[in-house]
């Protein structure tokens, strides 16, 4: 698994069961929207202490695992700012579209859904 699933903090549903990741990553914790993780059946030894910060987390399966111990609740540093993150970007796009790319859209309001673009 990916650090990189950290930037997904709205994320609510993830599962990854049946899956050899033997390693939660930390940035785990700033998906601060999770409701339910399935981890089952992956060779997980440990969890970060940063599960914590999901406080909206329902449901956690780590079943069929071989974790050695459970974290801690006071065992992480504090959560980073989630309003100070980087935010996540399309792939393939450095930056947002200008409006000289979007085109023009003054014959919008005046368009009917059903006319074909021009």
Same mark, same amino acid.
């Not at 650090?3 to 069961?17: D, P, T, V």
């Given at each position: 698994?990916?650090?990189?699933?950290?930037?997904? =903090?709205?994320?609510?549903?993830?599962?990854?069961?049946?899956?050899?990741?033997?390693?939660? *990553? %930390?940035? @785990?914790?700033?998906?601060?929207?999770?409701?339910?993780?399935?981890?089952?059946?992956?060779?997980?030894?440990? @969890?970060? *202490?940063?599960?914590?910060?999901?406080?909206?987390?329902?449901?956690?399966?780590?079943?069929?695992?071989?974790?050695?111990?459970? %974290?801690?609740?006071?065992?992480?540093? *504090? $959560?980073?700012?989630?309003?100070?993150?980087?935010? =996540?970007?399309? $792939?393939?796009? /450095?930056?947002? $579209? /200008?409006?000289?790319?979007?085109?023009?859209?003054?014959?919008?309001? =005046?368009?009917? %859904?059903?006319?074909?673009?021009?």
């Amino acid at each position: 698994m990916s650090s990189q699933i950290g930037r997904l =903090a709205k994320l609510e549903y993830f599962s990854m069961a049946k899956n050899p990741l033997t390693v939660v *990553p %930390p940035s @785990l914790g700033n998906l601060v929207e999770l409701k339910y993780l399935n981890i089952r059946e992956c060779n997980v030894k440990s @969890l970060p *202490p940063e599960i914590w910060y999901c406080k909206k987390l329902e449901t956690l399966n780590v079943s069929s695992n071989v974790l050695e111990t459970f %974290p801690k609740q006071n065992a992480a540093p *504090p $959560p980073p700012d989630v309003n100070q993150a980087t935010p =996540a970007t399309t $792939p393939g796009l /450095s930056q947002s $579209p /200008s409006f000289e790319e979007l085109g023009k859209l003054e014959d919008f309001q =005046a368009r009917r %859904p059903s006319q074909a673009s021009a």
